[in-house]
Structures are given as structure tokens and as C-alpha cells.
């Protein structure tokens, strides 16, 4: 093949670490982008934005894959929706996406934004693959980081996190966008699952900090189904990467 694969949030955390990837795999990477970039070893960058439905049509063009790692807080089901008719317009043979595990059982906009993105994909009539990964690493290290900030940190009762290696992720994904499409694949977690109070004291050891911690309660149905582990995935514990090892190797830390 050698129509270039179109990347959407190719500059984010996953982006970054899914380009090279592909370019060392032999393929030409479009990336679409809300900022454009000088092309360079094999990359193009073009302008658009999904939310508002700008520029996809021109970066679709000689694309046969898409591999779609836009996302953000909310909203990721009417970009994701853009995403597909574009695509279903121009003939594509490939859609990939990553989404979260639990996102069709916690009760939060998030995740239920990512599940409406999931059916939007499903339901495109294109071959399609859909990836649910845990948090990233680099998440948890930022809900932490503002976390600390704080006199006492409050630790939620029975919130439990199994974050996943992001650089783990992008392999598994890059996996798949030179695969066949395989529809819902099997989640990808790290290996342990942590309290958050294990994460809150492992990095507060690791930045040399003193914080008091508080513990408290989630309420209501979130609460109830984190209480309940939905946000894990046991026994699909495909992540190496540790937590413990993310910290060790993280500058600053």
C-alpha cells in the first residue's frame, strides 16, 4: 500500500510515539491538526478541525486508513461523527480508534462521550477496529501533579486505576492500523491495579513531598460503579509497564 495513513491527534501524547511508529514500518503519515506544521521524513500535516467539521475532506484525499486519536474532555462523539461521514464519503477501507475501558459502564460524560464516539464508528458502515485502553500513565502523573498542590490530598474510597504504558498503547495500535479491520478487540490495561491513595503516597515518595491525605466518598452512581471496578479490565492485563517504572524513568522525577 502506498496511500498514506491519515492520523487524527497525531500531535498529542499517543501521536507522537504512533508517527514514528508507522514511518519505521515503511508508511507516509498524514496528520490532521488544528495547527499546521512544515511536512518533513515522511509526515504531512494538514489543517482542520473535527469539531467543526473543517479541512477533513482534503486530508481523506488518497487516504484508504484512518487511524482517529483526536479526543478531549467532551464532545468526542460529534468530531468522531464528522470523522465518519468524511470517510464514509471518501471511501475509506480502514477506521481505527482508541477509546477507554469502562466506557460503556461508568456513568460520566466522558465516557459516555467515547461510547456514543464508539457506535458512531461501529455504525459507519466501514471496516472498522476499536481499541478501549486504561488511563495513560502520564494522566494519572498530571491528576497528581494538580492534586498535590493541595494541603491534603483527598483520596476517593474504592477508587481503583490500572494505568497502561501510552508507548504500549501506540504500539498495539499501530498493530492494528497495518491489520485487518477486527471490530471491538480486546482491552489493553496495565498490569496492576492501584488504590488511588497507592498512587497519591508512590508519588508523593518519588517527588520527595509530604502531603496528608483525606479519605472520602464518591457518591451516587459513579461512585458506586467505580466502587464496582467497571473502569478495570483483570483479566486482559496486557500492559508491561509498571506505574513504579513510569516514575523511575520520568524526567523531573
Given at each position: 500500500?502506498?496511500?498514506?495513513i491519515?492520523?487524527?491527534?497525531?500531535?498529542?501524547?499517543l501521536?507522537?510515539?504512533?508517527?514514528?511508529?508507522?514511518?519505521?514500518?515503511?508508511?507516509?503519515?498524514?496528520?490532521l491538526?488544528r495547527h499546521?506544521?512544515?511536512?518533513?521524513?515522511?509526515?504531512?500535516?494538514?489543517?482542520?478541525?473535527?469539531?467543526?467539521?473543517?479541512?477533513?475532506?482534503?486530508?481523506?484525499?488518497?487516504?484508504?486508513?484512518?487511524?482517529?486519536?483526536a479526543g478531549?474532555?467532551?464532545?468526542?462523539?460529534?468530531?468522531?461523527?464528522n470523522?465518519?461521514e468524511?470517510?464514509?464519503?471518501?471511501?475509506?477501507?480502514?477506521?481505527?480508534?482508541?477509546?477507554?475501558?469502562?466506557?460503556d459502564?461508568?456513568?460520566?460524560?466522558w465516557?459516555?462521550?467515547?461510547?456514543?464516539?464508539?457506535?458512531?464508528v461501529?455504525?459507519?458502515?466501514l471496516?472498522?477496529?476499536?481499541?478501549?485502553?486504561?488511563?495513560?500513565?502520564?494522566?494519572?502523573?498530571?491528576m497528581?501533579q494538580?492534586?498535590?498542590?493541595?494541603?491534603?490530598i483527598?483520596?476517593?474510597g474504592?477508587?481503583?486505576?490500572?494505568?497502561?504504558?501510552?508507548?504500549?498503547v501506540?504500539?498495539?495500535?499501530?498493530?492494528?492500523?497495518?491489520?485487518?479491520p477486527?471490530?471491538?478487540?480486546p482491552?489493553?490495561?496495565?498490569?496492576?491495579?492501584?488504590?488511588?491513595?497507592d498512587?497519591?503516597?508512590?508519588?508523593?515518595?518519588?517527588?520527595?513531598?509530604?502531603?496528608?491525605?483525606?479519605?472520602?466518598?464518591?457518591?451516587?452512581?459513579?461512585?458506586?460503579?467505580?466502587?464496582d471496578?467497571?473502569?478495570?479490565?483483570?483479566?486482559?492485563?496486557?500492559?508491561?509497564?509498571?506505574?513504579?517504572d513510569?516514575?523511575?524513568?520520568?524526567?523531573?522525577?
Open positions: 500500500m502506498t496511500s498514506p491519515l492520523i487524527t491527534g497525531g500531535t498529542g501524547t501521536g507522537r510515539q504512533v508517527v514514528p511508529l508507522l514511518r519505521a514500518a515503511g508508511r507516509d503519515v498524514r496528520v491538526s499546521g506544521r512544515d511536512p518533513g521524513d515522511g509526515v504531512e500535516y494538514m489543517v482542520g478541525d473535527l469539531f467543526e467539521g473543517k479541512g477533513i475532506e482534503a486530508a481523506l484525499d488518497g487516504v484508504e486508513t484512518v487511524l482517529h486519536l478531549g474532555p467532551k464532545g468526542d462523539e460529534v468530531a468522531t461523527r470523522l465518519v468524511a470517510a464514509s464519503r471518501a471511501g475509506v477501507r480502514h477506521l481505527v480508534y482508541i477509546s477507554v475501558i469502562g466506557a459502564r461508568v456513568p460520566l460524560g465516557f459516555t462521550s467515547k461510547l456514543a464516539a464508539e457506535r458512531a461501529a455504525d459507519s458502515g471496516p472498522w477496529t476499536t481499541l478501549r485502553a486504561a488511563q495513560f500513565h502520564e494522566l494519572v502523573l498530571s497528581l494538580k492534586m498535590a498542590k493541595l494541603p491534603v483527598p483520596v476517593p474504592g477508587l481503583r486505576f490500572q494505568p497502561v504504558d501510552s508507548g504500549e501506540a504500539a498495539r495500535l499501530v498493530e492494528l492500523t497495518l491489520g485487518a477486527a471490530g471491538l478487540v482491552d489493553l490495561p496495565g498490569p496492576t491495579v492501584y488504590g488511588m491513595g498512587l497519591a503516597r508512590s508519588y508523593l515518595q518519588a517527588t520527595g513531598r509530604h502531603r496528608l491525605t483525606m479519605p472520602v466518598r464518591m457518591p451516587g452512581k459513579a461512585g458506586r460503579a467505580y466502587r471496578g467497571v473502569n478495570l479490565s483483570r483479566e486482559a492485563a496486557t500492559g508491561k509497564r509498571t506505574w513504579e513510569f516514575l523511575a524513568a520520568y524526567p523531573g522525577i
